[in-house]
């Protein structure tokens, strides 16, 4: 795992507030927190992480510990080899899950969504959220080349 952090320097005039005592209700130190900025940067993707109820590792583009934690995960990747080949059976996830189905062209990919007994078709460029608890599973009926699924899990719990 690396993580290449990268500097970015306040430019001339930049406001630095650490003196302050209050701006908009902030404490001084949390304004001169903001105030010092860094970039970092991740290399180590996709980390392939087991998902319940999933076949395989899924590939994770953002997990919750990476940039000191962050309270989302992002799983997913291209769709185009996976028309009709389910990749999970039902499962469920702690946290609320949104479903981001793209394509080079509108309607160029669509997916079968299963969420607890109900089926919804998505036709690309679309979103659904799956609430916390409920049983999902997705199936690609059709993608285009350059379509993409991905999941964004509102949480670190898988």
């Known amino acids: 795992m690396t993580t290449e952090p990268a500097t970015t320097e306040l430019r ?21 927190h903001s105030a010092a900025r860094t970039a970092e940067i991740r290399t ?8 319940a109820g999933h076949h395989e590792p899924a590939p994770f583009y953002l997990t919750a510990d990476m940039f000191g934690g962050v309270p989302v995960e992002l799983a997913g ?36 969504v299963l969420v607890d007994g109900e089926r919804h078709e998505l036709t690309s460029p679309a979103l659904l959220r799956v609430p916390a608890g409920a049983e999902h599973r997705f199936l690609t009926l059709e993608a285009e080349p350059g379509s993409y699924c991905f999941g964004l899990l509102l949480g670190s719990e898988r």
């Open 12 to 32: 001339p005039g930049t406001p630095d507030f650490s003196d302050a005592d209050t701006r908009d209700g902030a404490s001084a130190g949390a304004v001169a």
């Open 77 to 112: 990747g291209a769709i185009t080899h996976l028309v009709g080949k389910p990749v999970a059976d039902p499962h469920r996830h702690t946290v609320d899950e949104i479903y981001f189905l793209v394509s080079p062209n509108p309607g160029g990919a669509r997916i079968d």
């Open 44 to 51: 180590d993707i996709p980390r392939f992480l087991p998902v």
